[in-house]
């Protein structure tokens, strides 16, 4: 017997697409044989993307963890056997309880990121539980929450427009967002606009896939964009392109901004970016007389020293020209910001079960200083819906703190990834088709329900029995560390009607009909207004107005002489743009493995020819890579594609080995994209 179950994709990608599985069989016995995407699903109309057609080849794969195992060798080695539950839930509470006795709830960390971004995965009873012993508060900042928070400085909200609007658009600017492989689906919209007659520019340090499908390409020196914007606001001020009606209406600070850009000419922003000056006037221009006008971006520009203020600054220009009048003009970045407003944090995560503890927080990006220098030392590390050793940056440090005899690590996974080779017990993790959830997305408006279509595999448990198997092998007895799933759900999503959203698949979540969402003003800053000049920044240190800021790393900083080169780590492949595909057969050995891509002068300079291997290095780390010679990046970078595993390397590093580890300004995030390297011949 046949029968199809629908469900939502849980990967940290703007697309959340929907599914259907179809199954044979019966009861303990069904069998998932085929995964397809939901031709009825209103945004993704049934298309999935190359890692998840081949879904089941995770599911069904032969090296899936599915059983508890304890570590038996060195860390790192991979060495494990074998245990029931029971011996593996009796050492994590022992240990654990320990650890609590000896040094406090501090002591112990939890570490998870948006692996699985649905609301049981990442918070339905863990953060309750961490909440309830003390521990120490982890800032997930790692990727996205920086966008917000710059934007939240001129807008006083993150919240932006639906970039299903960009049909209406006349000028679509991508600005440092490869929309044709990371947003796949957001493409068709992009096409209907440009056979209505739209513009597409694509702004872009390296020349990307969709780079190669536009109107016009520009493609600054990385980390100089906000140059860039100041020289626009520049001509858009000094022309006369400023729409002074909605503007003197809705902002405030215009007089200040205005005479903080008269210096800032696109001849000084070519000296800063490397675009020409012309290239600059004409795009300032075209955005102020083009309309509607939209600004699409997402979250790899705020991998910069300077990333919270990129996006500060880009939230000026639609309001200099009143933009967000007109449907399809505006600022569109994340939507998750509409489907959050739902959630009840409180509810979900319980923060009043610490009690009125006050807890230390450590940013995740730091987690190889955190492991190895935080005073009281992390003895006890719970990881899930992640893999740290691959995606945080100065991952080498983090490697070695992973490998302290002292600290015991629990890891709930799927795989034996990097990081669960260095745990002392790993507990077997459901995949998405073995497990019940609610799945927002940040990409579109669509709240998704993902219903499990297949019995667990082997002893695998999804995220929520695990904290509640970890919290009874404690002897915790607080009530809502047991809760069942639909409880959770329905106490943390008030307003939805639970019942619906799994017999319909899916709703779409409040957003204003017209797609204006700051047509009439109304921002919720203080003053009401978009904020050109931020008193709130002014407080906490930072520059008033939009200002750019070299990094301290970037070509200007004082290792630039023996790093001349900036890295980027970006997303090329099309088979695997998750870290937890690179080890699945026809995902990541299909790509070719890892490589670093440099400009034909920089190689011919060093004697690297394409195919030669070639050392990259800094003071962090160093890795032997292949070298492909490339028009894609411009001279003084180089790239090496993210996600692949240290055994996928021969030196056994990872690219996030070389990357730095600062923060950003504000907003907490951190600067891979500011590293420099040095790469000679080997």
């Known amino acids: 017997m046949s029968i199809t179950v629908t469900g939502t994709c849980h990967h940290d990608c703007p697309d959340s697409c929907g599914w259907v599985v179809t199954v044979d069989g019966a009861d303990e016995r069904r069998v998932a044989t085929r995964l397809r995407g939901n031709p009825a699903h209103p945004y993704s109309s049934g298309e999935l993307c190359p890692k998840v057609n081949r879904f089941l080849d995770r599911v069904y794969s032969p090296d899936r963890v599915l059983h508890p195992l304890r570590r038996v060798g060195p860390k790192g080695a991979g ?81 932006g427009a639906d970039a299903m609007d960009l049909e209406f658009s006349r000028l679509i600017l991508l600005w440092g967002t490869n929309t044709k492989l990371t947003n796949r689906h957001l493409w068709p919209v992009i096409e209907r606009a440009r056979s209505n007659g739209a513009e597409l520019i694509v702004i872009d340090p390296i020349r990307t896939v969709t780079a190669d499908d536009c109107d016009q390409f520009i493609q600054p020196l990385p980390g100089t964009d906000i140059a860039m914007m100041l020289a626009m606001i520049h001509v ?63 979250i790899g520009a705020e991998h910069h020293e300077n990333g919270a203020m990129f996006f500060r600054t880009l939230a000026c220009l639609p309001a200099l020209t009143g933009a967000w009048q007109h449907r399809g003009g505006g600022l569109f970045k994340s939507v998750g910001s509409w489907q959050e407003a739902l959630v009840d944090d409180d509810a979900l995560g319980r923060p009043d079960l610490l009690g009125g503890r006050e807890v230390r927080t450590l940013n995740m990006s730091r987690l190889g200083e955190i492991l190895l220098d935080e005073e009281p030392p992390v003895r006890g590390l719970v990881v899930w819906n992640s893999n740290p050793l691959v995606i945080v940056p100065n991952a080498d440090a983090a490697r070695r703190g992973m490998a302290r005899d002292d600290l015991f690590t629990v890891v709930h996974e799927q795989f034996l990834t990097d990081t669960a080779r260095y745990a002392d017990i790993v507990l077997p993790a459901t995949t998405q088709i073995e497990a019940h959830d609610v799945t927002p997305a940040w990409g579109h408006l669509w709240m998704g329900w993902n219903e499990a279509a297949i019995e667990p595999l082997g002893e695998a448990v999804s995220n929520t029995e695990c ?64 904020e050109f000049v931020s008193a709130t920044l002014e407080a906490m240190g930072q520059p008033r107005l939009p200002t750019f800021v070299p990094p301290t790393e970037g070509p200007q900083g004082p290792t630039a002489d023996r790093f001349p080169l900036q890295l980027m780590t970006p997303k090329h492949h099309t088979r695997f743009l998750n870290s937890g595909y690179a080890h699945l057969p026809k995902h990541g050995p299909a790509e070719g493995g890892p490589f670093v891509e440099l400009a034909a002068d920089d190689a011919a300079e060093r004697g690297l020819v394409d195919g030669a291997t070639a050392r990259v290095f800094n003071d962090r780390a160093s890795l032997e890579l292949p070298v492909k010679v490339t028009d894609r990046v411009r001279s003084g970078l180089a790239a090496i594609p993210w996600g692949w595993w240290r055994d996928h390397h021969a030196d056994g590093h990872v690219a996030n080995d070389l990357t730095n580890d600062t923060l950003t300004e504000w907003g907490g995030g951190v600067a891979y994209s500011d590293t420099l390297v040095q790469v000679e011949a080997v």
């Open 467 to 530: 904290f509640r198997r970890i919290a009874g092998a404690m002897g915790l007895t607080e009530p809502s560390l047991f809760d069942d799933d639909l409880t959770i759900l329905r106490e943390s999503l008030p307003s939805v009607d639970i019942d619906a959203l799994r017999r319909d698949g899916w709703f779409k979540v409040p957003f204003p009909e017209d797609g204006r969402p700051w047509a009439d003003g109304g921002f919720p800053s203080e003053s009401g207004k978009v």
């Open 79 to 159: 060495r494990f056997e074998r245990v029931s539950w029971d011996d593996a839930l009796t050492e994590i509470g022992t240990r654990l309880n320990t650890i609590l006795d000896e040094s406090g709830g501090e002591a112990v960390m939890p570490f998870s990121d948006a692996g699985n971004q649905s609301i049981l995965a990442t918070q339905g009873i863990s953060t309750r539980f961490f909440h309830h012993i003390g521990a120490t508060r982890l800032l997930r900042n790692i990727c996205g929450p920086t966008v917000g928070a710059g934007t939240e400085m001129t807008n006083g909200s993150s919240l």
């Open 236 to 298: 858009i001020v000094r022309d006369d392109l400023v729409d002074r009606g909605w503007m003197e209406a809705h902002t405030s600070g215009f007089g200040e901004l205005a005479a903080s850009v008269a210096d800032r000419s696109p001849e000084w922003a070519a000296r800063q970016c490397g675009v020409n000056a012309t290239v600059i006037e004409a795009l300032a221009h075209d955005y102020a007389t083009l309309a509607p006008a939209a600004i699409r971006t997402l």
